[in-house]
């Protein structure tokens, strides 16, 4: 259930963040397909990067370097969590010093969210 809501509202959460913060934000699901996307041309693919930080559980910043080999764009990936569970990502693109505390912003929106629909 959890995840069908991430992905009902995905679209609006990441509009209203990105209008806030001013960075592109997407949202992937536990297996790292894009759910939620500004460039809707990348809806229902893989975003690589997703992978490795539902595996580890833990944010990740990649750099423009690295982040060429994973064929994404620099920024910080983070997990999307329930009750412990992971639901998806979180990920904003920019330098990741910069984007950093806007990521734990919009995965806590994410999060709670999530969490209020679920109760509803």
Request: aromatic share 4%.
């Amino acid at each position: 259930m959890l995840k069908s809501i991430l992905k009902s509202y995905g679209q609006t959460i990441i509009e209203n963040a990105q209008a806030i913060i001013g960075y592109d934000v997407l949202i992937t699901d536990k297996d790292g397909i894009i759910i939620a996307v500004k460039d809707r041309n990348r809806l229902g693919k893989l975003h690589s990067h997703s992978i490795s930080v539902v595996k580890n559980a833990t944010p990740e910043a990649i750099q423009k370097e690295e982040a060429s080999s994973y064929g994404v764009l620099e920024g910080i990936c983070l997990p999307i969590k329930i009750d412990e569970e992971i639901i998806g990502t979180v990920g904003i693109t920019g330098n990741p010093e910069e984007v950093s505390k806007y990521g734990y912003l919009v995965q806590k929106l994410a999060e709670l969210f999530v969490r209020e629909k679920s109760l509803r």
